[in-house]
C-alpha cells in the first residue's frame, strides 16, 4: 500500500502475482485470484478506517513475459 500524508490524497493497493501453474491455467484466473486476496485481506477496510477517502486497487498478474493488469478507483 502507498498512502499520502494527506488522508484526501490518493492511495493505492497494489497487488502482483505470478500465476502458479497447479491452480490457475489462465492469465485472468490469477487476476481474479489477486483481487479475492486483497478483499481476503481487507487492505481497503483498513485504510478506510484510518480515514483514507481516495483508493485506487491495483493488481498486477505475469505468467512469463506476459503481464495484465486491473484497477478500481474508489472515493
Request: hydrophobic share 30%; proline share 1%; net charge positive.
Amino acid at each position: 500500500m502507498l498512502e499520502p500524508k494527506d488522508k484526501n490524497g490518493n492511495s493505492f493497493i497494489m497487488e502482483f502475482k505470478v500465476l502458479e501453474s497447479m491452480k490457475e491455467q489462465t492469465i485472468e484466473e490469477t487476476i481474479e485470484n489477486a483481487k479475492k486476496q486483497v478483499e481476503q485481506k481487507k487492505y481497503e477496510e483498513n485504510l478506510r478506517e484510518r480515514g483514507f477517502t481516495n483508493i485506487t486497487k491495483m493488481v498486477f498478474a505475469f505468467k512469463g513475459k506476459e503481464t495484465k493488469i486491473s484497477y478500481e478507483i474508489k472515493s
